[in-house]
């Protein structure tokens, strides 16, 4: 039988910096491949929203952000550090567009409903959309109409009305306790990192739980 590797992910829709972290970690698996193709990773994407107390309708973004951070060059500044980031992942951050900031419980219902009734490939690609949608297209994640959109646009075969209720009624995400940030990794139930870490750290640290 192949060696398996198993990677944990735990992730926020609305954290710039774990789409950053899910670019380093394709990349990764994709130089894990070519050297090892005996291998068989799998990795499981675990829901962390960082801000469930958001109003269920959203707030303001530029605004949000402004509060939190302590003006509009603070903001400025801080986005400047992620779009720098983003760009060494291939991603072009589109902040200027984003004008909801969303409460992601229902878009992580989404990907925990999508997760256990399709194949990984299909969660993976509902990621990239929810990601996607959010910092790119200024699509509101919050709504429930905009998420089965883009469940339909990834293929995902749910009735559209029972997939509503689900988002809105679904049971609670399970607790985290022993995670305090996002992007967090555990490889092989053995080794933690946390961060938007560069490929070559996440590499090092699937080889190493390996071991």
Known sequence: MNPGLTIDVYFDLICPWCLVGKRHLANAL???????????PR?????FPLLPDTPLDGLPYQEFYERRLGGAQAVAARRAQVREAGRSAGVEFAFEKITVMPNTLAAHRLVNRVAQASDDALTERLIDRLFQGYFMDDRDIGDKAV???IAEECGAAFDARQLSQALGQGRPLPSNHHVSGVPYYV??????????????????AMLHSLE
Do not use: E, K, T
């Open 187 to 204: 490889f092989n139930h053995r080794l933690a990192l946390s961060g938007a870490h560069p490929p070559d750290v996440l590499l090092r």
């Open 147 to 149: 998420l089965i959109a």
């Open 43 to 47: 990795v499981h994407w675990h829901s």
């Open 30 to 40: 994709q130089q894990l491949r070519a050297s090892r193709p005996d291998l068989q």
